[in-house]
C-alpha cells in the first residue's frame, strides 16, 4: 500500500474564528508588507503566536514541527497527521497535512506549496524561534535561498491593536477580574492553593464558554500562593493548607483563542503585620504612580526610572524582581512574548495608541526578615489617542484585600 507523504483533508466545515475575515487579511497584508520591503518571497513561520496571530489555528506540537507558509500569492498551515482536519477547520487559510510513515514529509509539505514556482531566492524565517536543527533541515531544501529573520519586524506589528482585538482583550480582564472574585469567596483558613485556584479556574473558562460559544478551549489557568510560595511570581501552585496572617498571591489568566489576560494581586488572611502592611503599601504606591504615568507618548525606560526612584525612596528598591509590565495580545506562559514592548530600563519604546500593556510592580522581602513574601500588583492599561483606560476592575490595597471569609 502507497501511503501519501502530505495530503489535504477538509472534513467539515471551516469554524467560526475569533476574529473576521477582514481582521485576518489586515494581518497577512502587513506580513506582505514585511515581505514586499525586505524583497521576500516566501515566509516560513514556525510559532505558536504568529501562526495563531496569522491563521487563527493554534498548534499542540508534542515535539512534531508545524508551520505556516506564505507568499506572494498563497499561504497555508502545515500541520501533523494526528490532528485531522482540525487546523484547517481552524484555519483562515488552506492546510496541508504531512505524514509520519517516512522521516522529514514536513519539508516535502513546504516544498508542495511552491509546486512549480520558481525557488524562492530570499525566504523570511523566526530566528528567535527555529531551533537550530529545523534550520538546518530547510537549508537543506532551499540550498540557493537567503534566509533573513522577520521576527522582530512582525512583533512590531502585533505590538499595535486592532479594535477587534482590544475588544477580546476587554472581555479577557473582565473574566480575569470574575476568577479573583470566586477566589476571594474560597480564601478560608485550611483550604489549600489547589482547591482556590481550581475554583477560579473553572469560573473563568465557564464565564469564556458563555462569552465565546464557537471557541476552543484550552490554557486558562490560575497560580494562588500563599506564604513562602508567594516569592516567585510564576511558582506553581501547592497543596499547601491556608493560616491566618498567611501572604496570599491571586493570579488569573483566562486564555480565550490564544490571547492572554491577567489579575494578579496581593492579600492577607484575616490580617496583617506591620511590618508586612508597611511593604504592601510601599509597593501599592509604586503601583498607583505606574498607573499614572502610562499615557502615549511616553518611553518605557523613563517609567521605569521614575519608579525605580519612588522604589529607592520608600526603601525597597533592592526587593524589586523584575520589569513593571509587558505587552498583552497572542502569548502566553509557553509561547509569544512581545519583547519590544515591556517596561524594563533597557526598552526605549514609545507608548502609543492601540498597545496593551500591563502595570505589575513586585517586591521579595526573603524569608525570616520582617515583612518576608512577595508583594505583587497587575492592572491591564489600553493606550488611546490622549490618555490610557484601565480595564481591570478588581480592587487592590490593604482596605479591600484582607480577607476574613
Same mark, same amino acid.
Request: charged share 25%; glycine share 8%; aromatic share 10%.
Given at each position: 500500500?502507497?501511503?501519501?507523504?502530505? $495530503?489535504?483533508?477538509?472534513?467539515?466545515?471551516?469554524?467560526?474564528?475569533?476574529?473576521?475575515?477582514?481582521?485576518?487579511?489586515?494581518?497577512?497584508?502587513?506580513?506582505?508588507?514585511?515581505?514586499?520591503?525586505?524583497?521576500?518571497?516566501?515566509?516560513?513561520?514556525?510559532?505558536?503566536?504568529?501562526?495563531?496571530?496569522?491563521?487563527?489555528?493554534?498548534?499542540?506540537?508534542?515535539?512534531?514541527?508545524?508551520?505556516?507558509?506564505?507568499?506572494?500569492?498563497? &499561504?497555508?498551515?502545515?500541520?501533523?497527521?494526528?490532528?485531522?482536519s482540525?487546523?484547517?477547520?481552524?484555519?483562515?487559510?488552506?492546510?496541508? &497535512?504531512?505524514?509520519?510513515?517516512?522521516?522529514?514529509n $514536513?519539508?516535502?509539505?513546504?516544498?508542495?506549496? +511552491?509546486?512549480?514556482?520558481e525557488?524562492?531566492?530570499?525566504?523570511?524565517?523566526?530566528?528567535?524561534?527555529?531551533?537550530?536543527?529545523?534550520?538546518?533541515?530547510?537549508?537543506?531544501?532551499?540550498? $540557493?535561498?537567503?534566509?533573513? !529573520?522577520?521576527?522582530?519586524?512582525?512583533?512590531?506589528?502585533?505590538?499595535?491593536?486592532?479594535?477587534?482585538?482590544?475588544?477580546?482583550?476587554?472581555?479577557?480582564?473582565?473574566?480575569?477580574?470574575?476568577?479573583?472574585?470566586?477566589?476571594?469567596?474560597? +480564601?478560608?483558613?485550611?483550604?489549600?492553593?489547589i482547591? &482556590?485556584? /481550581?475554583?477560579?479556574?473553572?469560573?473563568?473558562?465557564?464565564?469564556?464558554?458563555?462569552?465565546?460559544?464557537?471557541?476552543?478551549?484550552? !490554557?486558562?489557568?490560575?497560580?494562588?500562593?500563599?506564604?513562602?510560595?508567594?516569592?516567585?511570581?510564576?511558582?506553581?501552585?501547592?497543596?499547601?493548607?491556608?493560616?491566618?496572617?498567611?501572604?496570599?498571591?491571586?493570579?488569573?489568566?483566562?486564555m480565550?483563542?490564544? #490571547?492572554?489576560?491577567a489579575?494578579?494581586?496581593?492579600?492577607?488572611?484575616?490580617y496583617? !503585620?506591620?511590618?508586612?502592611?508597611?511593604?504592601?503599601?510601599?509597593?501599592?504606591?509604586? *503601583?498607583?504612580?505606574?498607573?499614572?504615568?502610562?499615557?502615549?507618548?511616553?518611553?518605557c525606560?523613563? /517609567?521605569?526610572?521614575?519608579?525605580?526612584?519612588?522604589?529607592?525612596?520608600?526603601?525597597?528598591? *533592592?526587593?524589586?524582581? $523584575?520589569?513593571?509590565?509587558?505587552?498583552?495580545?497572542?502569548?502566553? *506562559?509557553?509561547?509569544?512574548?512581545?519583547?519590544?514592548l515591556?517596561?524594563?530600563?533597557? &526598552?526605549?519604546?514609545?507608548?502609543?495608541?492601540?498597545?496593551?500593556?500591563?502595570?505589575?510592580?513586585?517586591?521579595?522581602?526573603?524569608?525570616?526578615?520582617?515583612?518576608?513574601?512577595? #508583594?505583587?500588583?497587575?492592572?491591564i492599561?489600553? +493606550?488611546?489617542?490622549?490618555?490610557?483606560?484601565?480595564?481591570?476592575?478588581?480592587?487592590?490595597?490593604?482596605? *479591600?484585600?484582607?480577607?476574613?471569609?
Amino acid at each position: 500500500m502507497e501511503r501519501p507523504d502530505f $495530503f489535504s483533508l477538509r472534513n467539515g466545515d471551516k469554524t467560526k474564528l475569533p476574529f473576521s475575515n477582514a481582521e485576518y487579511e489586515r494581518r497577512v497584508n502587513g506580513l506582505k508588507n514585511v515581505m514586499s520591503n525586505n524583497n521576500l518571497d516566501m515566509v516560513i513561520l514556525t510559532s505558536m503566536h504568529n501562526i495563531t496571530y496569522y491563521t487563527g489555528f493554534i498548534y499542540c506540537s508534542f515535539g512534531r514541527p508545524y508551520a505556516c507558509i506564505v507568499t506572494k500569492n498563497k &499561504i497555508s498551515t502545515i500541520s501533523a497527521n494526528i490532528d485531522a482536519s482540525q487546523p484547517w477547520r481552524r484555519s483562515h487559510c488552506d492546510n496541508i &497535512i504531512y505524514t509520519d510513515w517516512k522521516r522529514d514529509n $514536513f519539508l516535502k509539505a513546504i516544498v508542495s506549496i +511552491i509546486g512549480r514556482d520558481e525557488p524562492p531566492k530570499n525566504i523570511g524565517i523566526e530566528n528567535d524561534h527555529i531551533t537550530l536543527d529545523m534550520r538546518e533541515k530547510i537549508g537543506s531544501i532551499f540550498p $540557493f535561498s537567503v534566509f533573513n !529573520d522577520v521576527s522582530k519586524e512582525l512583533m512590531q506589528l502585533r505590538m499595535i491593536k486592532s479594535n477587534e482585538e482590544i475588544e477580546i482583550i476587554k472581555n479577557g480582564a473582565r473574566i480575569a477580574d470574575l476568577g479573583g472574585e470566586e477566589i476571594v469567596k474560597n +480564601i478560608k483558613e485550611g483550604n489549600t492553593e489547589i482547591e &482556590i485556584a /481550581i475554583a477560579g479556574r473553572d469560573k473563568m473558562e465557564r464565564e469564556i464558554v458563555r462569552t465565546y460559544p464557537n471557541a476552543e478551549y484550552m !490554557d486558562t489557568w490560575v497560580w494562588f500562593q500563599s506564604g513562602i510560595n508567594t516569592d516567585g511570581a510564576h511558582n506553581p501552585k501547592t497543596n499547601r493548607k491556608l493560616n491566618k496572617g498567611d501572604i496570599l498571591s491571586l493570579n488569573t489568566f483566562p486564555m480565550i483563542s490564544g #490571547y492572554y489576560t491577567a489579575l494578579e494581586r496581593t492579600l492577607f488572611l484575616d490580617y496583617v !503585620d506591620d511590618e508586612s502592611l508597611k511593604a504592601w503599601e510601599a509597593n501599592v504606591k509604586v *503601583h498607583k504612580r505606574g498607573l499614572e504615568l502610562i499615557k502615549p507618548g511616553v518611553k518605557c525606560s523613563d /517609567i521605569c526610572h521614575e519608579l525605580n526612584d519612588l522604589f529607592a525612596e520608600l526603601g525597597y528598591l *533592592h526587593y524589586r524582581t $523584575f520589569g513593571y509590565g509587558h505587552s498583552f495580545g497572542v502569548l502566553s *506562559h509557553f509561547y509569544g512574548r512581545e519583547a519590544g514592548l515591556e517596561l524594563r530600563e533597557d &526598552i526605549d519604546t514609545v507608548l502609543q495608541e492601540n498597545m496593551v500593556i500591563s502595570m505589575e510592580p513586585m517586591i521579595m522581602i526573603p524569608e525570616g526578615k520582617p515583612g518576608s513574601g512577595g #508583594y505583587r500588583e497587575h492592572d491591564i492599561l489600553v +493606550i488611546g489617542k490622549n490618555s490610557a483606560e484601565n480595564i481591570t476592575k478588581f480592587p487592590f490595597g490593604p482596605e *479591600h484585600n484582607i480577607i476574613k471569609n
